[in-house]
């Protein structure tokens, strides 16, 4: 009978669905638990990477942009601006600080961007509206009416025309640019760097950092290296950059929840097999009763891999499938690595199928007289 | 007469330490063709052990067994063969398979001997009919009575013709009307297909259709 194995399943469906949706859940776990990680690492890198700049410049001793407290002045402008292996003019302010506005009546979190228009640091348009109106940044006095204007992430959901509080200050929204999240679903405003010292520096004549681009007849690192060297700044490349920000926050903050991962990789592995296991063990009987009436062990072996190898691919491939729905639902952001998602599919699989053998195995070796009793 | 299934010194024991039981205990036994023999005795003296053992779905620990005067041995073979062309066997539980309908489950033993899908079915059809249930084809296990279920796994024992049937307490679940039908049953089925018939029982009344019997006591055989 081809179908034998169907039929047993079919006539033991509530077990098996649960069996499968038991792998389900565990796979799904764990591929969200990675999609987190992942998805906070894609966030890391997103903002810096968009930037288009080379060199990160901080102050000495805050470890490199991002990390430590950094305030560097802005006389560095000019000297890098001259300075060798960096394209003319390039080089470019930025403030990058967190910021608690209050959003339609809620505190809310949010990274301000401070930048100068036209330069590196944020976008140059808008995706819809305006980019805020530009200050006069080397001739820039306080007193300077420039208006507080604000470029928001798309995923914000504000409307263009609507005000934000920002301090004491209300500012208000003039366009959208594409999302560009900073690790933790954390938004980003861009504005001019003149009004971002007002709000956040104490209008001093200091940024957070500067950004700038190497000359292409220069190798980034060398020059990096050359600029490191001056005693009052830390140049960083942006790979070193991206590295430093994935450690700092996300590496080290989420050291716990690998930890929880790495154990919930081994609670799933050896669930998920018990699960298999079981369900094998199971059916002692049964098997006795087959080998009773003249199965060859490789039939039932036969009978059982295709049953365990069945359940286990469905259990899989609905995880699989559940996880990617999961990652789109989330609250934050959630991405799959898909290289992940296919080892941790095959590593599943062959434990189901693996333990499900050892115990088909256990099962099989047992005189059908003994087996009938259901206890091995 | 040839012994169709022969047992020398068979042993068999169970658990270990002081809780070892010697379930059969250095049993000689031959069972002659066409014969219908009854083996009885007290609850626990190693009757299911011994025709377990003979009917090869059961190692022994000591001890010889020859079908059909060829040596068996378990380690070497494959007793799947043996178990399905030589052998039918009733047990005292039913041991059906719940996922199957009343003429699945002895298809399936026909299937396992590779026979055909339609006269496999059309033999699983004769045989159940036979026996009385050809309103139960399509019945599952769970759906059958007591009786009924004990017809369909003699049913299924038949199925490969096999040389000899051994039916572990046939009677215990039935009525006394139902096990004088399975007797009869039981005697018209061996004149049809002279087959041997060796029956566990502790149910004196059937005595009478023994050719032979033998008692046992505390795993061994002590008389006949
Ligand atoms: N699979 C087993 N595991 C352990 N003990 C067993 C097993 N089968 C039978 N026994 C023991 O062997 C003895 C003989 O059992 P059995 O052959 O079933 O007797 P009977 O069929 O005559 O009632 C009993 O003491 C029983 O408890
Ligand atoms: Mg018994």
Known sequence: ?376 | MTAIVEGNGLTKRFGTGDATVVAVDAVDVAIQESELVMIMGDSGCGKTTLISLLGCILTPDAGQIRIEGEAIDPAAQDMSVIRREKIGFVFQLFHLLPYLTALENVMIAMDLARTKTDAAENRAMELLTQVGLSERFHHRPAQLSGGEKQRVSFARALANRPKVIFADEPTANLDSRQSDNLMSLIQELRQEHQTTVAIVTHHEGLKKNADRIIQMKDGRIFGE
């Not at chain 1, 980019?131 to 940044?137: C, E, I, R, V």
């Not at chain 1, 500012?171 to 861009?190: A, C, H, N, Q």
């Not at chain 1, 020059?223 to 490349?237: G, H, N, S």
Request: glycine share 8%; with cysteine.
């Open chain 1, 1 to 376: 009978m081809k179908t034998l194995f169907l039929k047993d399943m079919r006539y033991r469906q509530a077990r098996v669905v649960l069996t499968a949706l038991g792998i389900t859940v565990l796979i799904s776990l764990i591929l969200l638990l990675g999609g987190i990680m992942n998805g906070m690492r894609i966030q890391a890198r997103q903002y810096v990477e968009s930037t288009g700049a080379d060199l990160w410049i901080s102050a000495e001793g805050s470890g490199g942009a991002f990390i430590g407290f950094s305030l560097v002045i802005e006389e560095y402008m000019a000297f890098l601006n001259a300075g060798q292996g960096l394209v003319p003019d390039s080089a470019s302010p930025l403030v990058f600080a967190q910021a608690r506005p209050n959003v339609r009546g809620k505190s809310t979190k949010a990274i301000v961007v401070g930048y100068k228009l036209g330069k590196l640091g944020g976008p140059k348009r808008a995706i819809e509206g305006r980019m805020f109106t530009p200050s006069n940044f080397e001739d820039y006095r306080p007193e300077d009416p420039v208006p507080y204007e604000v470029v928001v992430d798309e995923k914000m959901g504000l409307e263009i025309g609507e005000q934000i509080t920002l301090g004491d200050e209300k500012v208000r929204v003039v366009g959208k640019t594409e999302s560009l999240m900073f690790v933790l679903d954390t938004p980003l405003l861009f504005m001019d760097v003149r009004i971002a010292q007002k709000l956040l520096l104490g209008n001093t004549p200091h940024v957070n950092m500067m950004v700038a681009k190497v000359n292409e007849n220069f190798p980034v690192p060398e020059v990096a290296t050359q600029y490191d060297e001056f005693e009052t700044i830390e140049t960083r490349t942006l790979k070193q950059t991206v590295g430093n920000i994935i450690e700092y926050y996300v590496d080290e903050p989420m050291k716990a929840v690998q930890f929880l991962r790495v154990m919930l990789w081994l609670a799933a592995g050896i669930l998920v097999g018990m699960i298999t296991y079981v369900t094998m063990l199971e059916k002692t009987q049964e098997i006795g009763v087959l080998k009773a009436i003249g199965a060859a062990n490789r039939y039932v072996m036969a009978l059982l891999l295709k049953q365990v190898a069945l359940m286990s691919a469905v259990g899989v491939i609905l995880g699989l499938i559940l996880s990617y729905i999961f990652a789109t639902a989330a609250p934050i952001f959630v991405a799959i690595h898909f290289l992940e998602s296919v080892i941790v599919v095959c590593i599943s699989f062959v434990v189901c199928c693996g333990s499900g053998y050892l115990a088909a195995r256990k099962v099989i070796a047992v005189d059908p007289m003994i087996a009938f009793r259901g206890e091995i």
